[in-house]
């Protein structure tokens, strides 16, 4: 186990982009070192090491690999614990959300979603629970619309989200007494690729908050998460109230 003096260290999955890049970047402002995990986006994360590094001095770590590979979730947390000599947060962030009609679902689809969405966040999982630090936290990134509400032309995504929160709560428990895990569900924060202006002005009318969420909103909720040390096993919906209008 490292000295308690090192700074601490995070991975964060999907971290080279969108929300993973804010998540990346909050942990470098409160002093982390982090582990940048990315699929393809090589450019995004190499340009973010070198803001972190010019904001803020952070250290960084870059670690590529394609999630729906068996072996990768594995390969990444023990890549990042061996990075900086130990690791206390891991956010599981990366995720397949592919718009296809039910019809038209195809089996690798299906298994290209499952493998990223579900089965990668298991095994990171089961990693966290050999090499997190002790006071260590895992967080899932699930999915409060996806999981409570539902869109007909996302059932992939919808059902592996689903199957997030089981693995949240078991994984809590059996990562108890001395490490936790705990899951943001956030709402509509960033639209996905493709989701026109009329679908989100749409979705808006059923937000008592009366507005998108943005990162900030996500991150606040993740820092709490992160932070309270009491709190284990929690899925935390970020919707600005969205779950209160099914
Ligand atoms: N954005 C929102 O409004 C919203 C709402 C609810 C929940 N969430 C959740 O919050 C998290 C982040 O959201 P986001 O919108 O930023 O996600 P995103 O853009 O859909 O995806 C995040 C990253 O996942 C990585 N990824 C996908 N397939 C991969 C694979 N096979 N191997 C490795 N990496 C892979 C990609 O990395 P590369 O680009 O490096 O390939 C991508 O940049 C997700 O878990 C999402 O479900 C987001």
Do not use: C
């Not at 260290?9 to 080279?16: E, K, Q, Y």
């Not at 998540?23 to 699929?39: C, D, K, L, P, Q």
């Amino acid at each position: 186990m490292a000295g308690p003096a090192s700074p601490r260290t995070v991975l964060v999955t999907g971290g080279a982009r969108r929300l993973g890049a804010a998540i990346v970047r909050s942990f470098a402002e409160r002093g982390y070192r982090v582990v940048i995990h990315h699929g393809q986006s090589a450019a995004e994360a190499e340009a973010l090491a070198v803001a972190l590094r010019d904001a803020y001095g952070t250290e960084s770590r870059i670690v590529q690999a394609d999630l729906a590979e068996p072996d990768a979730p594995t390969r990444v947390v023990d890549d990042a614990a061996r990075a900086f000599g130990r690791l206390d947060v891991i956010v599981s962030s990366a995720s397949v959300m592919e718009m296809v009609p039910f019809e038209q679902v195809t089996p690798a689809q299906w298994m290209r979603t499952e493998a990223v969405n579900l089965r990668a966040p298991f095994f990171l999982m089961q990693a966290a629970a050999r090499v997190l630090e002790p006071g260590g936290v895992f967080v899932q990134m699930a999915d409060h619309l996806a999981t409570e509400i539902g869109w007909p032309k996302l059932l992939p995504h919808q059902i592996t989200k689903s199957a997030l929160a089981q693995l949240v709560r078991a994984g809590a428990d059996l990562l108890a007494p001395h490490r936790r895990v705990n899951a943001v569900a956030p709402g509509l924060v960033l639209p996905p690729e493709g989701m026109g202006e009329a679908a989100v002005t749409a979705f808006l009318r059923d937000v008592p908050l009366a507005r998108a969420g943005g990162p900030d909103d996500v991150l606040q909720a993740l820092r709490a998460l992160v932070d309270a040390a009491y709190i284990t096993g929690v899925i935390l919906p970020v919707d600005g109230g969205r779950h209160l209008r099914r």
